[in-house]
């Protein structure tokens, strides 16, 4: 049985203030914790009894690494599930602190840099398409939702545990980089096809801005390379604009096909 502390607790975990205060964050479902549980530290696992007798590995896995593990009735686990339908599972992991940014900006890699993107659901998706297309490190305007919000959690599937998240000072960020020859690429409407003369290169920093408003005026002065996404055929009347988490998935797959 769940103490009404720890139920309060994990209650509160829906809340940033209160991840950044515990410095954990919540995930539910089996795919997504076991693969959470290859790089992230977890701090404890509610379940019921038939979900272990279930997953003999996983709980072994858990045994190994002294996780605090509570049995629940299905009923019990519904009192700190942020799911409708709640899974047969919820962990409680740690919130990783990863090396220092200016350690991890190369001359010979690509990133995603997120400019105030607000939607938990885009940036899960966005971190999902980062792990797909080989991209490690997204960096995040510290306006950016918060990538440990339970909704953002489900929607990276499991991706959390191999995209390293950064929230930076981002026109700061950017800037070095530019300084240091990095090419820094951002998607507008005067852009250059990016199917047609646009040169996509191995390394850079792809920016990706707000649902509604795009990459912010201050960082569109620091990007260097612009790029348009053209629909199709041209001159017909279509949709304003693609979904941001869309928009990046049809960039990373180019920047990949390129290379």
């Known amino acids: 049985m769940l103490s009404k502390n720890k139920i309060k607790i994990i209650r509160s975990l829906e809340q940033k203030k209160y991840r950044r205060t515990h410095n954990m964050f919540v995930a539910e479902g089996t795919k997504l ?20 007798n279930n997953n003999q590995s996983i709980a072994s896995k858990l045994a190994a690494q002294y996780v605090e593990v509570d049995k629940v009735t299905a009923e019990e686990l519904k009192k700190v599930s942020f799911l409708k339908t709640p899974q047969d599972i919820l962990a409680v992991f740690e919130i990783p602190q990863h090396d220092k940014i200016e350690n991890r900006i190369s001359k010979d890699r690509l990133y995603i840099a997120l400019d105030g993107v607000q939607d938990p659901g885009n940036l899960g998706t966005i971190i999902r398409i980062a792990d797909w297309f080989g991209i490690e490190d997204v960096f995040c305007s510290n306006d950016t939702v918060d990538a440990y919000n339970p909704k953002t959690v489900q929607a990276t599937m499991g991706a959390l545990a191999r995209v390293k998240i950064h929230y930076v000072e981002l026109p700061e960020l950017l800037n070095e980089a530019a300084h240091n020859k990095i090419p820094i690429y951002g998607t507008f409407l005067d852009g250059e096809n990016m199917y047609e003369g646009a040169q996509l290169t191995e390394n850079g920093i792809i920016v990706m801005g707000n649902e509604g408003n795009g990459i912010s005026s201050e960082v569109e002065q620091i990007v260097n390379r612009k790029l348009f996404i053209p629909n199709y055929p041209i001159g017909r009347t279509t949709s304003e604009s693609l979904n941001v988490a869309i928009a990046t998935a049809v960039i990373c797959a180019e920047f990949r096909r390129k290379k």
């Open 33 to 52: 914790i076991e693969d959470l549980l290859n790089t992230l530290k977890c701090k404890s696992l509610i379940t019921t009894e038939e979900w272990i």
